[in-house]
């Protein structure tokens, strides 16, 4: 059983395995919770994200995948970065959404990882609704075959905070 922990703040600041980013296609960084991990985390991740381009992911990551490089000077061994959709407006497929947490706790499972955190994915610059990204986020971690034993989501404000409150009883 996966333990899933709700926390308000900074998802830098969090000592765990692995720490997830919700990143774009290109790797190569970008604002948001993305921008933040590349700030505090230092240049080697973009460094590891680089030599990804110029290696196996040579179009970019695709929406509702995951791929893992080091944290650099965060407290975790590892930042797994997952891209998610951008709302298109009511009717938006949730699968690629539900795919980035599975995905990454796939990627986190194949590094041994027991410790995860992630943010909303989506929720910011790719416009999901918090409540209903949040309903998403707690169905597809509480439904996953992993051997993570917790489960952090770590939210920004507190609107995303009582979103995620609200399915995590
Ligand atoms: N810690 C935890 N959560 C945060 C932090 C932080 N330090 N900073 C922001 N958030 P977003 P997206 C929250 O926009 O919607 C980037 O440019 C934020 O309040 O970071 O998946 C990427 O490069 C929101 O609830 O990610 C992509 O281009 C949540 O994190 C694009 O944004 C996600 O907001 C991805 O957009």
Known sequence: ?????LVQGDITWQSV???????????????????AIHRRGGPAILAECRR?????????LATG???????????????IHTVGPVWQGPGSDPALLASCYRESLRVADELGARTVAFPAISTGVFRWPVEEAARIAVETVRDAETAVEEVTFVLFDERAYKAFAEHVG
């Open 17 to 35: 395995d692995a720490v997830v980013n919700a990143a774009n296609s290109s790797l190569l960084g970008g604002g948001g919770v993305d921008g």
């Open 65 to 79: 995948r995951a791929v893992a490089t080091t944290a650099g000077e965060l407290d975790a061994r590892w930042v």
């Open 1 to 5: 059983m996966t333990t899933i922990t």
């Open 52 to 60: 990804l381009r110029a290696s196996r992911y040579g179009k970019g």
